[in-house]
């Protein structure tokens, strides 16, 4: 395609009907995890509702392998892997290896919980990954432990030093939660300034039919940026740059100091008119939306010995029945996926 051409339905399959380009994968590697975040995995079992899938379930690395292939061949360049936790499920490192050498795949990037890290961060580096988004909502041992159920806060932190340390791009993602760690924000607001990481935070979204979320702890983007103005002198970088989904600024402390915040307010702000990206959930669901619960059985097909057209065009179908938005806002009750398949 001329570079100068604007791309369009007609020019490019990865237009959808809002002309929005989808450019950015994202694959939930797997529903499991290390740990049980309060606001994104219920108990385990029937009764919490969080119900794993089995390892059949799961589309095979050579099944992933084949599907990102095509998605390359259709112009997409972007990966991220995320899940449940990515690195806990086996022989993640020797897939990444393989995705690498995925001709045309420009960015493998890798959102984590950070517990395994320290043991992985220098074979994701060897493998070419360079940026990481890390989630960490609180800086203190004992509420790390009420929030994600695991005494692993110095696991974590460990990992993200050796991260900086090995040259990795580093996010921070906090998720929001009031009553529950609003009186950290300041404190990673310095953090920002101290580090070389940009910290976002996140608004708590209402996602999954168990979703432990509630009006008492949400808290809009316009307030948390009200209370990170106490820290320093909050500047939109370049007319409030969006940086994916996050609309980043920079902070600037009376010392001198400088940092970046992102804020990423899929409720109050829903970013929408620009979300470029596909979701292939763990269950080997295609997804166009994360607040939408349509998806398109793409295992299935692939089981059932689809070929690559017919992949190709289940990938296109999916991106033409994107939805122009969601309305979170309006309807707090819209989406029952859950968040570890589906993978944030
Ligand atoms: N396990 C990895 C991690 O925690 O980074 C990757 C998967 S996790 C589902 C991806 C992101 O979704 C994390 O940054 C997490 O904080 C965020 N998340 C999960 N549930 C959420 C919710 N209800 N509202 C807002 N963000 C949420
Ligand atoms: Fe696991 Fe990430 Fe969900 Fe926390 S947010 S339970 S770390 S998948």
Redo the contacts with the bound molecule.
Sequence with gaps: MNKQMKPTQENNELVDMFSRTISYLRLSLT?R?????V???PEDGEEGGLKILQHSDLLSYEELLRVIKVVVDMGMNKLRL????PLVRRGVMDFIAALSKVKGLEEIRL???G?LLQEKAAGLFDAGIRKLNI?LDTMRPERFKEI?GADLFEQVWQGIETAVELGFEIKLNV?AMKGINDDEFVDFARLALEKPYQVRFIEFMPVGKNSTWDKRYYIPSTELKEMIGKVGTLEALSGCRMDGPAKVYSLTAADGSKGRIGFISPISHHFCDTCNRLRLTSAGTLRACLLHDHEADLKALLRSGGSDKEIRALIKQTILDKPKGHTLAEDLANCEGQ??RIG?
């Design positions: 529903d995890c290390n740990l049980r975040c606001y994104c995995m995320t899940g449940g936790e959102t984590t919980n517990v989630s994600t998720v968040m570890s944030g």
